[in-house]
């Protein structure tokens, strides 16, 4: 697969063009920068999105942790859909930062968060609403009965995590990602407390 694209892009690139690696100090600083806080910004998410998990079983035990971790792969669709489905919008934000066009990423930005927002609460207002029918269809009359309720309040807190979708994209498209990593630790931090 590696092999026929090569040969695709080769086809498709300008002649003359090369392959080689260049060494251009900036331009090495700038994708460092760029790749160590986009790193940063996964790794924070990876840590936080085991953390939950970690408080609950401390706190609560493993049978709530069990309850909560099921009502969870279901309510985290709504992000997860959500973020694969916009994300074009960091490249696409990132072109028309670079061209400098600040009318169209304002169009973009608000058109992106209407987008976004309907579409979670589209996705959402079922999963809250028809919480305990659909656990009830896919674990059971009991744990229906027990968990409905977490699925709820996922739901909505997926719902509204939906929000920042397009927030961060814009905010790291347009070459914020120094700013994007810091408010994502702090907001985190207060998720995690």
Known sequence: GASVKAVVARRILPRGTSFAPSFQREGLMEVFEFGFYSWLQGFGGLLLAHADRFIIASILGTSSLSYYVICLQIAQQIHVILVKGVAFLFPLVSGVSEAGERETIRRLYFSS???????????GLPMFVFAEDILDIWMGEQFASQASIMLQVLSFSFTLLAT?????YFMNGGGYVRLNTLLGAVSGLLVAV
């Open 164 to 168: 920042s979708i397009v927030p961060h």
């Open 113 to 123: 968060m209407h987008f976004v927002t309907v579409c979670a609460v589209g996705l």
